[in-house]
Each structure stands twice: as structure tokens, then as C-alpha cells.
């Protein structure tokens, strides 16, 4: 039989672990543009963002906020779907359906159809002004241009491709699974220092999250100026 062996390496400032089957990295020290402890304690609630294309949710949103419902009791919190599009309050809708809370919906014509810059502006807005905890995005090709963006944008760790997600209930810390090293171990990456913690997830790796008709949630609507970026409460 093969004998199985721990190494312990430190790249860049980063300390990996590594497992038989996982590895878990963690920054060895904050940065300078780090969030404080107390700062870290107001953020709160999940957000998943909800693709659309001509109009209609993308099914990997449904198999986000599947888990994420899992995720969002675990930590008690609410779970929030953000939406983006022209004419979309019948999806809003949908997406309450799915168990969620809130639905934070943006309508606009000029989001009809996606274009990466005014998207990520409007996602920046958001969530600087209402602090989610983590965002959850589909590992899609419209997911991984807009996401990206924002995570530099607003100085957060995003972690691409998770397999799985899990809650370190001790740390309040969201524990991504992805594949690494070629697919042969599992990784398990977490983002101690920075909110939101923000993760793309694979398509067809999660169970869709059930309708339920009855469940009555909220829909924050907003507007958005002629400039891209000027959102305010309707």
C-alpha cells in the first residue's frame, strides 16, 4: 500500500497544507486594505446572483440558492437574490419562490442584456451599501467575467469553481471546496480577513432549490441613472 504524507509549504505569504484529501489556505497575516474585526461583524446575509438571459433565470441561480438556504440557516441569516434586467419583476418573483428572503431586483433597460462593466458597477453599489456576508455567483461565463471584477474592486477573496460549500460555524467562515493540482486532490480554501467571502460554483454540482408558492419574501426594487452607477431606493 502507498504511504500517505503531509507537507507543509509557504508560498508568497500564503500557507498551504497539504492533505491527503484537502488543502486549506489561509493568509498568514491581513494587508493593509484588511477589514477590522469589528468591521468584519457587519456584514450579514448570503446573496446570490441570479443570471438571466432574454429575460429568464439561469438554472444554476436555482441550484445556488439551493444550497445557499442551506448555508443561509446554518448561519442565521437571511438569504438574498440579486437580479439585474429589464422588465424581470416576474422572475423576482420566481426567485422568492425558491425559499428566499429578499430579492434586491435592478431594472433597467440598459441591463436587459449583460455588459460587464454597468453590471459590475451596480453589483459594487450593492453590496457596499448593504454588506453581504458572502456572495455566491454561477461558474458561467457571464459569472466569472462579472465577479471577478467585483471582488477586486471591492478588495474581497473569490475562490472559482467550488465544488462544494460548507459553514465553519466556530469561525463564521465559508469553507469552498474546489478541485486542484490537475483534479487530484480537493481543496478547501477560506477568506478569514475579508467580507464579503465571494465563490463561483460549478453548474449541475447542486440540487435546485424547491418552489415553494407560499413562501411571501421581499423585493427591494431600485433605478439606475443614465451613468451606470447611481442607484437609489425606490
Avoid at 94 to 99: A, C, K, Y
Avoid at 101 to 126: A, F, G, T
Avoid at 216 to 229: I, P, Q
Wanted: net charge positive.
Amino acid at each position: 500500500s502507498r504511504r500517505r504524507h503531509t507537507r507543509y509549504i509557504s508560498v508568497t505569504g500564503v500557507q498551504t497544507c497539504a492533505l491527503p484529501i484537502s488543502i486549506v489556505l489561509t493568509k498568514l497575516s491581513p494587508s493593509k486594505i484588511d477589514f477590522l474585526p469589528g468591521k468584519i461583524g457587519e456584514y450579514k446575509d448570503i446573496w446570490v446572483f441570479c443570471e438571466q438571459k432574454n429575460g429568464i433565470v439561469q438554472s444554476v441561480a436555482y441550484e445556488l440558492l439551493g444550497k445557499a438556504r442551506e448555508l443561509a440557516d446554518t448561519l442565521g441569516v437571511e438569504l438574498c437574490g440579486v437580479l439585474l434586467g429589464e422588465d424581470m419583476k416576474g422572475e423576482a418573483q420566481n426567485i422568492i419562490h425558491r425559499s428566499v428572503n429578499k430579492v434586491y431586483l435592478v431594472d433597467s433597460p440598459k441591463l436587459k442584456h449583460y455588459q460587464s462593466e454597468p453590471y459590475s458597477k451596480v453589483l459594487i453599489r450593492l453590496i457596499r451599501e448593504y454588506r453581504p456576508e458572502i456572495v455566491l455567483c454561477g461558474a458561467t461565463s457571464i459569472g466569472r467575467s462579472l465577479i471577478s471584477r467585483v471582488a477586486i474592486a471591492i478588495h474581497a477573496g473569490l475562490t472559482a469553481d467550488c465544488t462544494g460549500l460548507d459553514i465553519d460555524m466556530k469561525n463564521r467562515l465559508l469553507l469552498q471546496t474546489r478541485p486542484a493540482f490537475g483534479g487530484n486532490i480537493m481543496a478547501t480554501i477560506i477568506c478569514p480577513n475579508h467580507r464579503p467571502q465571494m465563490a463561483t460554483v460549478r453548474h449541475k454540482v447542486m440540487k435546485e432549490a424547491e418552489v415553494n408558492n407560499h413562501n411571501k419574501g421581499d423585493r427591494k426594487s431600485t433605478r439606475l441613472n443614465s451613468s451606470h452607477t447611481d442607484i437609489s431606493r425606490m
